[in-house]
């Protein structure tokens, strides 16, 4: 990966999936912004708007949007395929 991903993830502390989803990243060594839902009202609008859902955690990968967990998806949208 010569270029570094630009990887955005909306989450809550109580979430254990967000919980999961950044330390898969972590492991992985990907940087990452957290948006916090909870703390800050226009993250969750902002999570909705680009997901169309109200669940969490939401990456954004380079623009590629993906609702919840999903390790194949996101190793997808990081080119580690």
Do not use: H
């Amino acid at each position: 990966m010569s270029d570094t991903p630009q990887v955005t993830i909306y989450s809550a502390t109580w979430c254990g999936f967000c919980a999961a989803a950044k330390q898969y990243l972590n492991r992985i060594g990907v940087t990452y912004t957290e948006k916090d839902v909870d703390e800050d009202r226009a993250n969750a609008e902002e999570s909705m708007k680009i997901s169309g859902q109200t669940g969490i955690p939401v990456l954004d990968i380079n623009g590629t949007i993906i609702v919840g967990f999903d390790r194949t998806r996101i190793d997808a949208a990081l080119g580690k395929a």
